[in-house]
Protein backbone atom coordinates (compact mmCIF):
# COMPACT_ATOMS: atom_id res chain seq x y z
CA UNK A 1 0.00 0.00 0.00
CA UNK A 2 2.66 2.45 1.31
CA UNK A 3 4.72 1.19 -2.23
CA UNK A 4 1.93 2.45 -4.22
CA UNK A 5 1.41 5.55 -2.75
CA UNK A 6 5.04 6.31 -3.33
CA UNK A 7 4.43 5.16 -6.73
CA UNK A 8 1.44 7.05 -7.60
CA UNK A 9 3.68 10.33 -6.15
CA UNK A 10 5.95 9.83 -8.25
CA UNK A 11 4.34 8.81 -11.61
CA UNK A 12 2.67 12.61 -11.22
CA UNK A 13 5.84 14.40 -11.06
CA UNK A 14 7.67 11.70 -13.63
CA UNK A 15 8.95 12.93 -16.88
CA UNK A 16 7.38 9.93 -17.92
CA UNK A 17 10.55 8.13 -18.98
CA UNK A 18 9.97 5.29 -16.52
CA UNK A 19 6.76 3.29 -18.07
CA UNK A 20 7.12 1.03 -14.76
CA UNK A 21 6.87 3.54 -12.05
CA UNK A 22 3.42 2.81 -11.16
CA UNK A 23 4.07 -0.79 -10.66
CA UNK A 24 5.55 -2.16 -7.45
CA UNK A 25 9.19 -3.27 -7.62
CA UNK A 26 8.29 -6.74 -6.98
CA UNK A 27 5.55 -6.70 -9.52
CA UNK A 28 7.92 -5.07 -11.99
CA UNK A 29 10.57 -8.01 -11.75
CA UNK A 30 7.96 -10.79 -12.00
CA UNK A 31 6.51 -8.93 -15.62
CA UNK A 32 10.61 -9.14 -16.45
CA UNK A 33 10.88 -12.65 -15.29
CA UNK A 34 7.65 -13.44 -17.73
CA UNK A 35 8.88 -11.82 -20.13
CA UNK A 36 12.05 -13.43 -20.49
CA UNK A 37 10.63 -16.65 -20.09
CA UNK A 38 8.02 -16.32 -23.08
CA UNK A 39 10.88 -15.35 -25.27
CA UNK A 40 13.95 -17.36 -23.81
CA UNK A 41 12.37 -20.21 -22.08
CA UNK A 42 12.04 -22.66 -25.09
CA UNK A 43 16.28 -22.53 -25.06
CA UNK A 44 16.82 -23.51 -21.56
CA UNK A 45 16.16 -22.36 -17.88
CA UNK A 46 15.53 -19.35 -16.97
CA UNK A 47 16.65 -18.89 -13.84
CA UNK A 48 15.02 -15.81 -11.23
CA UNK A 49 15.39 -12.10 -12.56
CA UNK A 50 18.20 -10.63 -9.72
CA UNK A 51 16.82 -7.57 -8.82
CA UNK A 52 18.11 -4.37 -6.56
CA UNK A 53 17.23 -4.27 -2.52
CA UNK A 54 16.59 -0.51 -3.26
CA UNK A 55 16.00 0.13 -6.77
CA UNK A 56 16.74 3.46 -6.48
CA UNK A 57 19.03 6.56 -7.46
CA UNK A 58 20.97 3.73 -9.54
CA UNK A 59 22.13 5.40 -12.39
CA UNK A 60 25.46 6.71 -12.79
CA UNK A 61 24.71 8.59 -16.00
CA UNK A 62 22.88 11.38 -17.15
CA UNK A 63 21.97 13.18 -20.70
CA UNK A 64 20.17 16.56 -20.07
CA UNK A 65 19.45 18.82 -22.83
CA UNK A 66 19.02 22.57 -23.26
CA UNK A 67 16.18 24.94 -23.82
CA UNK A 68 14.69 27.73 -23.21
CA UNK A 69 11.70 27.61 -20.66
CA UNK A 70 9.24 30.63 -19.24
CA UNK A 71 10.86 34.15 -18.99
CA UNK A 72 13.57 32.98 -21.44
CA UNK A 73 15.26 31.02 -18.73
CA UNK A 74 17.62 28.54 -19.73
CA UNK A 75 16.61 24.86 -18.89
CA UNK A 76 17.15 21.49 -19.25
CA UNK A 77 15.88 17.83 -19.20
CA UNK A 78 14.92 15.02 -21.83
CA UNK A 79 13.07 14.38 -25.02
CA UNK A 80 9.48 13.57 -24.27
CA UNK A 81 9.13 10.04 -25.71
CA UNK A 82 9.43 10.13 -29.59
CA UNK A 83 9.84 13.67 -30.27
CA UNK A 84 12.08 16.16 -30.01
CA UNK A 85 10.35 18.26 -27.19
CA UNK A 86 12.21 18.84 -23.87
CA UNK A 87 10.53 17.59 -20.61
CA UNK A 88 12.52 20.13 -17.95
CA UNK A 89 14.05 17.94 -15.30
CA UNK A 90 15.85 19.16 -11.94
CA UNK A 91 15.91 15.93 -10.11
CA UNK A 92 15.19 12.47 -10.99
CA UNK A 93 14.97 9.47 -8.85
CA UNK A 94 16.78 6.72 -10.69
CA UNK A 95 19.99 9.40 -10.95
CA UNK A 96 22.39 9.01 -7.99
CA UNK A 97 21.59 12.69 -6.37
CA UNK A 98 25.67 14.10 -7.51
CA UNK A 99 24.66 14.05 -10.87
CA UNK A 100 21.55 16.23 -10.37
CA UNK A 101 24.09 18.84 -8.55
CA UNK A 102 26.29 18.34 -11.22
CA UNK A 103 23.39 19.28 -14.72
CA UNK A 104 22.45 21.88 -12.01
CA UNK A 105 25.76 23.78 -11.69
CA UNK A 106 26.75 23.68 -15.63
CA UNK A 107 23.06 24.95 -16.04
CA UNK A 108 23.46 27.99 -13.82
CA UNK A 109 26.98 28.19 -15.07
CA UNK A 110 26.00 28.32 -18.55
CA UNK A 111 23.12 30.78 -17.76
CA UNK A 112 25.76 33.15 -16.33
CA UNK A 113 27.76 33.04 -19.26
CA UNK A 114 24.94 33.69 -21.34
CA UNK A 115 25.47 31.21 -23.43
CA UNK A 116 21.92 30.29 -25.86
CA UNK A 117 20.47 27.11 -26.09
CA UNK A 118 20.89 25.33 -29.46
CA UNK A 119 17.99 25.64 -31.71
CA UNK A 120 17.79 22.33 -34.06
CA UNK A 121 14.95 23.55 -36.16
CA UNK A 122 16.25 27.01 -37.05
CA UNK A 123 20.18 25.80 -36.27
CA UNK A 124 21.21 28.13 -33.73
CA UNK A 125 22.44 28.97 -30.52
CA UNK A 126 25.28 27.22 -29.31
CA UNK A 127 24.76 24.49 -26.11
CA UNK A 128 23.42 21.68 -27.14
CA UNK A 129 23.68 18.92 -24.16
CA UNK A 130 25.37 18.19 -20.96
CA UNK A 131 26.65 15.12 -20.18
CA UNK A 132 27.22 14.04 -16.35
CA UNK A 133 29.11 10.98 -15.56
CA UNK A 134 29.28 9.98 -11.54
CA UNK A 135 31.87 7.55 -10.03
CA UNK A 136 30.45 5.12 -6.77
CA UNK A 137 33.84 4.32 -5.91
CA UNK A 138 35.71 7.56 -6.27
CA UNK A 139 32.89 9.98 -6.15
CA UNK A 140 34.44 11.94 -8.95
CA UNK A 141 32.17 13.26 -11.23
CA UNK A 142 32.44 14.31 -15.28
CA UNK A 143 30.49 17.19 -17.16
CA UNK A 144 30.71 17.22 -20.83
CA UNK A 145 29.16 20.33 -22.25
CA UNK A 146 28.26 19.43 -26.17
CA UNK A 147 27.69 22.45 -27.78
CA UNK A 148 27.23 22.93 -32.26
CA UNK A 149 30.35 24.51 -32.82
CA UNK A 150 33.69 24.88 -31.93
CA UNK A 151 33.91 28.09 -30.17
CA UNK A 152 33.01 28.58 -26.32
CA UNK A 153 33.57 32.01 -25.27
CA UNK A 154 34.47 32.53 -21.87
CA UNK A 155 35.06 29.34 -21.33
CA UNK A 156 37.88 30.27 -18.43
CA UNK A 157 34.52 31.82 -16.50
CA UNK A 158 32.38 29.02 -17.32
CA UNK A 159 34.50 26.10 -15.89
CA UNK A 160 35.38 28.50 -12.65
CA UNK A 161 31.84 28.94 -11.93
CA UNK A 162 30.92 25.35 -12.83
CA UNK A 163 33.62 24.72 -10.08
CA UNK A 164 32.16 27.08 -7.43
CA UNK A 165 28.62 25.76 -7.43
CA UNK A 166 29.60 22.24 -7.75
CA UNK A 167 33.13 21.09 -6.46
CA UNK A 168 32.57 17.79 -6.77
CA UNK A 169 33.06 17.77 -10.82
CA UNK A 170 36.61 16.65 -11.11
CA UNK A 171 36.68 16.94 -15.03
CA UNK A 172 34.99 19.23 -17.56
CA UNK A 173 35.13 18.52 -21.32
CA UNK A 174 33.66 20.13 -24.14
CA UNK A 175 32.64 17.76 -27.02
CA UNK A 176 31.69 19.23 -30.19
CA UNK A 177 28.87 18.08 -32.37
CA UNK A 178 27.93 19.91 -35.55
CA UNK A 179 25.88 17.35 -36.97
CA UNK A 180 21.76 17.44 -37.35
CA UNK A 181 21.73 13.73 -36.28
CA UNK A 182 20.30 12.61 -33.20
CA UNK A 183 23.61 11.27 -31.83
CA UNK A 184 24.20 13.13 -28.62
CA UNK A 185 28.14 12.93 -29.18
CA UNK A 186 29.95 14.40 -31.55
CA UNK A 187 33.73 13.65 -32.80
CA UNK A 188 35.83 16.67 -31.39
CA UNK A 189 36.84 16.85 -28.11
CA UNK A 190 38.45 19.90 -25.78
CA UNK A 191 39.02 18.92 -22.37
CA UNK A 192 38.68 22.17 -20.28
CA UNK A 193 39.25 21.49 -16.81
CA UNK A 194 40.81 18.02 -15.49
CA UNK A 195 41.90 14.98 -16.72
CA UNK A 196 39.40 14.22 -19.46
CA UNK A 197 38.13 10.95 -17.48
CA UNK A 198 37.33 9.59 -14.25
CA UNK A 199 38.13 6.25 -13.17
CA UNK A 200 35.43 3.76 -11.35
CA UNK A 201 35.76 0.35 -9.86
CA UNK A 202 33.68 -2.60 -10.45
CA UNK A 203 34.74 -6.32 -9.14
CA UNK A 204 38.05 -5.41 -7.66
CA UNK A 205 39.37 -3.83 -11.20
CA UNK A 206 39.67 -0.20 -11.74
CA UNK A 207 38.44 1.44 -14.62
CA UNK A 208 39.20 4.77 -16.45
CA UNK A 209 35.53 6.21 -18.29
CA UNK A 210 36.26 8.64 -21.23
CA UNK A 211 33.00 10.92 -22.46
CA UNK A 212 32.10 8.71 -25.38
CA UNK A 213 32.82 5.26 -23.92
CA UNK A 214 30.21 2.68 -23.19
CA UNK A 215 30.21 1.93 -19.55
CA UNK A 216 26.95 0.01 -17.95
CA UNK A 217 24.52 2.56 -15.88
CA UNK A 218 24.01 0.70 -12.92
CA UNK A 219 26.94 0.15 -11.09
CA UNK A 220 25.96 -2.33 -8.10
CA UNK A 221 24.20 -4.45 -10.38
CA UNK A 222 27.08 -5.03 -13.16
CA UNK A 223 29.24 -6.44 -10.79
CA UNK A 224 26.52 -8.92 -10.21
CA UNK A 225 26.40 -9.19 -13.57
CA UNK A 226 29.57 -9.68 -14.51
CA UNK A 227 30.53 -12.17 -11.45
CA UNK A 228 27.66 -14.44 -13.23
CA UNK A 229 29.32 -14.09 -16.20
CA UNK A 230 32.43 -15.30 -15.05
CA UNK A 231 30.59 -18.02 -13.05
CA UNK A 232 29.51 -19.27 -16.62
CA UNK A 233 32.73 -19.26 -18.29
CA UNK A 234 34.10 -21.70 -14.99
CA UNK A 235 37.53 -20.00 -15.64
CA UNK A 236 40.52 -21.34 -13.53
CA UNK A 237 43.67 -19.80 -14.69
CA UNK A 238 43.80 -21.96 -17.58
CA UNK A 239 41.97 -20.66 -20.62
CA UNK A 240 41.87 -17.99 -23.23
CA UNK A 241 39.52 -15.40 -23.34
CA UNK A 242 37.74 -13.70 -26.28
CA UNK A 243 35.66 -10.91 -25.07
CA UNK A 244 33.66 -9.42 -28.25
CA UNK A 245 31.94 -5.92 -27.83
CA UNK A 246 34.27 -5.27 -25.08
CA UNK A 247 33.81 -1.68 -24.48
CA UNK A 248 36.61 -0.12 -21.81
CA UNK A 249 37.61 -3.45 -21.10
CA UNK A 250 35.23 -4.22 -18.65
CA UNK A 251 34.38 -7.97 -19.28
CA UNK A 252 37.42 -9.20 -20.02
CA UNK A 253 39.66 -7.43 -17.51
CA UNK A 254 37.25 -9.08 -14.61
CA UNK A 255 37.86 -12.14 -16.07
CA UNK A 256 41.99 -11.62 -16.60
CA UNK A 257 42.79 -12.12 -13.03
CA UNK A 258 40.76 -15.88 -13.34
CA UNK A 259 42.43 -16.28 -16.95
CA UNK A 260 45.84 -17.37 -19.02
CA UNK A 261 44.84 -14.78 -21.47
CA UNK A 262 42.10 -12.24 -22.26
CA UNK A 263 41.99 -10.67 -26.00
CA UNK A 264 39.13 -7.75 -26.52
CA UNK A 265 37.90 -5.97 -29.39
CA UNK A 266 35.84 -2.86 -29.64
CA UNK A 267 34.95 -0.43 -32.07
CA UNK A 268 34.75 3.12 -30.65
CA UNK A 269 38.39 3.73 -30.42
CA UNK A 270 38.42 5.73 -27.19
CA UNK A 271 36.86 2.82 -25.42
CA UNK A 272 40.17 0.78 -26.48
CA UNK A 273 42.26 3.13 -25.88
CA UNK A 274 40.82 3.18 -21.84
CA UNK A 275 40.94 -0.66 -22.12
CA UNK A 276 44.94 -0.48 -23.30
CA UNK A 277 45.40 2.06 -20.13
CA UNK A 278 43.08 -0.20 -17.97
CA UNK A 279 44.87 -3.23 -18.46
CA UNK A 280 48.11 -1.01 -17.50
CA UNK A 281 47.03 0.42 -14.66
CA UNK A 282 45.75 -2.76 -13.33
CA UNK A 283 48.93 -4.99 -14.08
CA UNK A 284 46.67 -7.27 -16.17
CA UNK A 285 49.16 -8.35 -18.62
CA UNK A 286 47.53 -10.89 -19.90
CA UNK A 287 44.64 -8.87 -21.66
CA UNK A 288 45.33 -7.16 -25.14
CA UNK A 289 42.78 -5.02 -26.77
CA UNK A 290 42.14 -4.00 -30.72
CA UNK A 291 39.89 -1.58 -32.56
CA UNK A 292 37.53 -3.37 -34.91
CA UNK A 293 34.41 -4.54 -36.18
CA UNK A 294 33.66 -7.89 -34.25
CA UNK A 295 32.29 -9.80 -37.10
CA UNK A 296 35.31 -9.11 -39.20
CA UNK A 297 37.78 -9.75 -36.62
CA UNK A 298 36.37 -13.20 -35.40
CA UNK A 299 36.08 -14.00 -38.97
CA UNK A 300 39.77 -13.51 -39.13
CA UNK A 301 40.19 -15.45 -36.10
CA UNK A 302 38.45 -18.50 -37.13
CA UNK A 303 39.94 -18.56 -40.82
CA UNK A 304 43.34 -18.13 -39.54
CA UNK A 305 42.36 -21.80 -37.01
CA UNK A 306 42.65 -19.64 -33.75
CA UNK A 307 41.44 -21.55 -30.99
CA UNK A 308 39.53 -19.92 -27.69
CA UNK A 309 38.53 -21.56 -24.75
CA UNK A 310 35.94 -19.34 -23.76
CA UNK A 311 34.06 -16.28 -26.10
CA UNK A 312 32.25 -13.74 -23.83
CA UNK A 313 29.99 -11.49 -26.24
CA UNK A 314 27.88 -8.20 -25.09
CA UNK A 315 26.76 -6.73 -28.28
CA UNK A 316 24.53 -3.62 -27.94
CA UNK A 317 20.87 -3.83 -28.78
CA UNK A 318 20.98 -4.78 -32.14
CA UNK A 319 22.27 -7.84 -30.93
CA UNK A 320 25.39 -9.53 -33.31
CA UNK A 321 25.44 -10.79 -36.86
CA UNK A 322 24.78 -13.98 -38.29
CA UNK A 323 28.65 -14.33 -39.49
CA UNK A 324 30.01 -13.62 -36.40
CA UNK A 325 27.75 -16.25 -35.05
CA UNK A 326 29.18 -18.53 -37.23
CA UNK A 327 32.51 -17.82 -37.16
CA UNK A 328 32.21 -18.64 -33.15
CA UNK A 329 30.64 -21.91 -33.71
CA UNK A 330 33.85 -22.46 -36.37
CA UNK A 331 35.89 -21.96 -33.63
CA UNK A 332 34.40 -24.22 -31.16
CA UNK A 333 35.10 -22.38 -27.93
CA UNK A 334 33.94 -24.38 -24.78
CA UNK A 335 31.73 -21.53 -23.36
CA UNK A 336 30.23 -19.03 -24.75
CA UNK A 337 28.57 -16.61 -22.68
CA UNK A 338 26.09 -14.33 -23.94
CA UNK A 339 25.93 -10.86 -22.44
CA UNK A 340 22.29 -9.35 -23.85
CA UNK A 341 20.49 -5.76 -22.74
CA UNK A 342 17.80 -6.90 -25.59
CA UNK A 343 15.98 -10.32 -24.68
CA UNK A 344 14.63 -9.85 -28.22
CA UNK A 345 17.52 -9.79 -30.31
CA UNK A 346 18.84 -12.49 -27.94
CA UNK A 347 16.19 -14.32 -28.93
CA UNK A 348 16.99 -14.03 -32.62
CA UNK A 349 20.40 -14.84 -32.16
CA UNK A 350 20.10 -17.90 -29.97
CA UNK A 351 17.66 -19.14 -32.81
CA UNK A 352 20.83 -19.37 -35.02
CA UNK A 353 23.18 -20.59 -32.11
CA UNK A 354 20.96 -23.71 -31.65
CA UNK A 355 20.69 -24.42 -35.32
CA UNK A 356 24.49 -24.25 -35.02
CA UNK A 357 24.69 -27.06 -32.47
CA UNK A 358 25.24 -25.04 -29.31
CA UNK A 359 22.77 -25.79 -25.96
CA UNK A 360 22.20 -23.12 -23.36
CA UNK A 361 22.99 -24.57 -20.22
CA UNK A 362 20.37 -21.47 -18.36
CA UNK A 363 19.47 -18.38 -18.95
CA UNK A 364 19.92 -15.49 -16.14
CA UNK A 365 18.02 -12.27 -15.77
CA UNK A 366 19.57 -9.02 -14.13
CA UNK A 367 17.74 -6.00 -13.51
CA UNK A 368 20.03 -2.84 -14.42
CA UNK A 369 17.16 -0.86 -15.40
CA UNK A 370 14.35 -0.88 -12.25
CA UNK A 371 11.41 1.34 -12.97
CA UNK A 372 11.60 0.77 -17.03
CA UNK A 373 10.92 -2.16 -19.07
CA UNK A 374 14.44 -3.41 -20.08
CA UNK A 375 16.26 -6.28 -18.60
CA UNK A 376 19.87 -7.15 -18.80
CA UNK A 377 20.40 -10.80 -19.50
CA UNK A 378 22.76 -13.72 -19.63
CA UNK A 379 22.97 -17.07 -21.68
CA UNK A 380 25.61 -19.91 -20.88
CA UNK A 381 26.36 -22.03 -23.90
CA UNK A 382 28.04 -25.05 -24.66
CA UNK A 383 28.59 -26.48 -27.58
CA UNK A 384 26.53 -29.99 -28.09
CA UNK A 385 29.81 -32.21 -29.71
CA UNK A 386 31.78 -31.11 -26.77
CA UNK A 387 32.19 -33.77 -24.16
CA UNK A 388 35.03 -31.58 -22.47
CA UNK A 389 32.62 -29.03 -20.69
N1 LIG B 1 31.16 -5.20 -22.67
C1 LIG B 1 31.11 -3.78 -22.43
C2 LIG B 1 30.36 -2.99 -23.51
C3 LIG B 1 29.03 -3.54 -23.96
S1 LIG B 1 28.04 -2.42 -24.92
C4 LIG B 1 30.54 -3.50 -21.05
O1 LIG B 1 30.00 -4.38 -20.38
O2 LIG B 1 30.66 -2.35 -20.60
C5 LIG B 1 28.36 -2.87 -26.55
C6 LIG B 1 29.68 -2.37 -27.07
O3 LIG B 1 29.80 -2.82 -28.42
C7 LIG B 1 29.87 -0.86 -27.14
O4 LIG B 1 31.06 -0.51 -26.47
C8 LIG B 1 29.97 -0.54 -28.65
O5 LIG B 1 30.85 0.53 -28.92
C9 LIG B 1 30.48 -1.84 -29.18
N2 LIG B 1 30.20 -2.13 -30.60
C10 LIG B 1 29.10 -1.79 -31.32
N3 LIG B 1 29.17 -2.32 -32.56
C11 LIG B 1 30.34 -3.02 -32.63
C12 LIG B 1 30.96 -3.79 -33.64
N4 LIG B 1 30.40 -3.94 -34.83
N5 LIG B 1 32.14 -4.36 -33.36
C13 LIG B 1 32.72 -4.21 -32.14
N6 LIG B 1 32.17 -3.49 -31.14
C14 LIG B 1 31.00 -2.89 -31.38
Redesign the pocket.
Known sequence: MEEQKRSCELEKMGCGGCSMLSLSYEKQLKKKQKRLEKLLGKFGKVQPVIGMENPWHYRNKVISTFTRGEGKRLQSGIYAQGTHRVIPVERCFLHQPALDKAVEAVRKAAADCKYQPYDEDRRTGLIRHVLVRHSLTTDEVMAVLVTASPILPGSKAFVKKIREFCPNITTIVQNINPRSTSAVLGDKEKILYGKGYITDSLCGVKFRIAPSS???VNPKQTEILYQKAIEAAGLNGKQTVLD?????G??GLTAAKHAKSVLG????QS?VRCAVENAKENHLGNARFLC????RFIQKLATRGEHMDVVFM???RAGSTPEFLQAVSRMRPKKLVY?SCNPETLQRDLEILVKQRWKVEWIQGVDLFPMTEHCECIAKLTYCDDKRK
Open positions: FYQAYCGVTIVELNAGDATDPPI
